[in-house]
């Protein structure tokens, strides 16, 4: 059983930055491929970013490609996404998921994931 604390999150203004962490416990979490998806108000959740285990691979949205960035810190159980030149349409709740039964790349469905964080606010307004 994985268990996943999201922070981060907040109001900011078209350009800015933020930072999503996500805390896992519970499991070996440099055996846990892991991913970050987002729903916008009234649409369905999307997939956003991915890693895999050693951090040597990593998916994008092309929405987010260029300006997004997943990392993690296996030392400390951490999945982070850094999000710079944020845009009005990057508002969404962002959660961070794991996915523990794969080995060699990450997914892109959230159905593939199996422990789900809370959720963080994202909202970019000016």
């Known amino acids: 059983q994985v268990q996943l604390v999201q922070s981060g999150g907040g109001l900011v203004q078209p350009g800015a930055s933020l930072r999503l962490t996500c805390a896992a416990s519970?499991?070996?979490?440099?055996?846990?491929?892991m991913g970050w998806f987002r729903q916008p108000p009234g649409k369905e959740r999307e997939f956003v970013a991915a890693?895999?285990?050693?951090?040597?691979?990593?998916a994008y949205a092309d929405s987010v490609k260029g300006r997004f960035t997943v990392s993690r810190d296996n030392a400390k159980s951490t999945l982070l996404l850094q999000m710079n030149s944020l845009k009005p349409e990057d508002t969404a709740a962002y959660y961070c998921?794991?996915?523990?039964?794969?080995?060699?790349?990450?997914?892109?469905?959230?159905?593939?994931?199996?422990?789900w964080g809370g959720g963080a606010q994202v909202t970019v307004s000016s």
């Open positions: 998921a794991a996915d523990p039964d794969r080995t060699f790349d990450v997914s892109r469905d959230y159905s593939e994931y199996d422990y």
């Open positions: 890693i895999g285990r050693s951090g040597f691979i990593t």
């Open positions: 519970g499991g070996t979490f440099n055996s846990i491929a």
